[in-house]
């Protein structure tokens, strides 16, 4: 009788990619029940476009590169990919919108460097940074929320929209858009901006139907807290680490407290900038993709603080009204460095405890 | 760097980086005392059972030996000797497999048991002879770490160095295995007994008795008999995967690391596993030398799952059949644990001196092996590696054969426990691309030496050459300066003179002997030369 030979260790966690990836799945459920709330069923539409474009890029370039396409199948890497750029970018976007994003996302930024784990450059970001430069007008077209829009969107609105551009009733985007007030509406973020830089104070500037019931705006508030509770989930089942997300919320909230500290009537302030645009999504889902995220655990700390910054700086500063995609971009350039410096001390190497 | 030894003394537990916790699994075979095992009829006896060369061998094929008769002599480079596990004839010694990873074959002593079980006359020493002298016994004894890297303990201790603490390893920390928590269990006593052999060959004045928390039992069998000896503690750690490794304990017991590539003894420690403490006992108290050892055979493929007394040298057949082996399909059969342990392919091969356990899982018990997905650079192996090292960097680079790159990432540092394995989600063999790449390290430097020295044999002997030809030269320069010297003279002083014919003479046969002093020189050096520089 022949006995079985392998190699050591014979016990394995049972915990592989799939079931990680499970976890985040569920862990983006929360968030997207709010964004479906105040934002319309649009961002479900765009993540059947997203997930049907990204299996096909995948499939296709495994083959073309001569590999099984049944293992593309397996990894989930291009699934959340394809669902991070879904939820980040307007949900009632034109079709072409994300399908591009993604076919880029997953051909050019994964599987031209090389496929799972090559990759430089976080995909859904990259795929993200692609579209706000091509398509500005695109993808700045967030809709309203609902309880300030003046006109309400069904669901065969919402796919009549993303594919034709009009609804049932013949408005196009921009008529939707439109607020209560019946001035077309913008991103909290994007406001803000526009009227501090026509030298409005804060208070002002917040003095808007949109800021009327949170902080960070309504809709934008919540949205964010959703993501931080599957975030916080992702954290407690151990499928990410603390160190970016704390990174990146610390980088982003230090200096924007000392900014309303020195001048609190130009600034947009700590809580606003948590709990706006795609600061938590960011933190928790964003950020934390391993492939392109620092190694050690100091690393990772440093590479949040990084893009907690850079957030800071573009949105105090820089021309985009949200930063999170660049900010992540940039960092990404950072990670040999950072990883470079921020090496553990191996055992007996005269490092302390 | 000395370790704070107030802090060690009020009992301070540090910690260690990453780290696993794996089912544990131990209850499987820990409930029953240590039994014994029915004498197999054959036993294989490998002359190498430790880190170290062969002993040479003291008997020949047809030979009576009794029962803790040496079969092998202690020797240069670490060799141990082998003892005769029962009494019987010596029927071959063969190239045999052993028990190894690489399923090699090595020398073995083929004894073939006459069932009478006689025993030598025991030699027991006393704690009064001489420290060289115990040190001896130890080695005559054929101890070796019996906690897995089976290290000669006479070499060990033969490092004369000033020493804080000996640290006896009851950590046993790798799953299923119970081997040391039984022997704890039931032979406290002795194994602080062997605890203060060892305290007085080693100098050291203090010892730490360390196991993990989830030995209550043995942690009590040990506080029964510790107030016997007052310069002993008890340190009792956290469970955790790889707690009981040799530089993890001693980070866990004195917050300080072992330098690379340095030794323990470096920072003033010595370290020691329970069942060595336990042989040592034995063989200065009552003289017996190392011809068994505790073994646990557990798994969900035996009916019998439990320690045993095992004699060296028993077939592994022998054991599990003992316990209840029933194979299954595509069955494998580990020698160690799950995180360390390697397979057997032939169940002929005997138990040795570091074989502490053998586990023969069930199918689904261990999880089956899954396809190696690529590596998504979750950073999980980073997390765990207690070495501090990044088991993804290592891999890239292992793939690559990027020996450079390994050694600056510290690969030797290494210490192959498994963990970053066990967590990979991608299923990637990590630790047995870090082996292949040691392994072609080694070889590599193995070659290069090796050309090293042949080069260096070359260039000497090339020096040597050049040097007695140099000699030569100068000799016959010498030489024919004085024939031309001696002609010289002959002609200043004119023929005439008879005294000068005399002298002239002279002077010929003077430069006649120079001439053929520097032939024959010429002569032996066209002899061949001999090799050796
Ligand atoms: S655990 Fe496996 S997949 Fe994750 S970084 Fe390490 S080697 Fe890569
Ligand atoms: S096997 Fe080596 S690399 Fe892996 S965790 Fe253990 S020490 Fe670290």
Redesign the pocket.
Known sequence: MSFKIAASPHAHQRRT?QQVMRWVYMALIPGLLVQSYFFGLGVWVQMLLALGTAWLSEAACMALRGRSVSQAWQDHTAVVTALLLAISIPSLAPWWIIVIGTAFSVIVVKHVYGGV?QNLFNPAMAGYVLLLISFPVQMTAWPVPQELALYSISLSDTAQLIFTGFSNAGYNLEQLRLGIDGVTMATPLDSLRTDLAQALTVSEATNKAMFSSALGGIGWAWLNLAFLLGGLVLIKVRVISWHIPAGMLLGLLVPALFMSWFYPDQSVGPLLHALSGATMLGAFFIATD?VTAATSNRGRLYFGLLIGLLVFIIRTWGGYPDAVAFAVLLANMVVPVIDKYTQPIAYGHGGKL | MSIPITLIEQGQIWSFPGGIHPPQRKQLSNTTPIATLPLASEFYLPLRQHAGEPGELLVSVGDHVLKGQAVSAPGLNNALPVHAPTSGTIIAIEARPIAHPSGLADTVVVLSADGLDQAAQPQPHSLSSDRTQLIDALRQAGIAGLGGAGFPTAQKLALQRPLEYLIINGVECEPYISADDRLMREYADEILRGTEILMHISGAAKALIALEDNKPDAIDAFKRVLPKYPAMSLRVVPTKYPSGGEKQLIQLLTGHQVPSRGLPSDIGLLMHNVGTAYAVHQAIDLGLPLTQRVVTVTGENVSKPGNYWVPLGTPVAHLLAHAGFKPEQAQKVIMGGPMMGFTLGNLQVPVVKITNCLLVPGAQELSPPADEMP????????DVCPAQLL??QL?WLAKANDYDGLNKQNLFDCIECGA?AY????E?P?VHYYRKAKAEIREIAREKSKSEVARERFEARKQRLEREKQERLERHRLAAEARQQAQQQAVEQGAPNPNDAVQAAIARAKARKAAQAAAAEQAAAAEPQDDNP
């Open positions: 990619t784990g391993p | 590596c998504i650079r979750c950073g999980a192996c980073a088991p993804q891999q970053c967590v990979c989600p991608s990637i990590l």
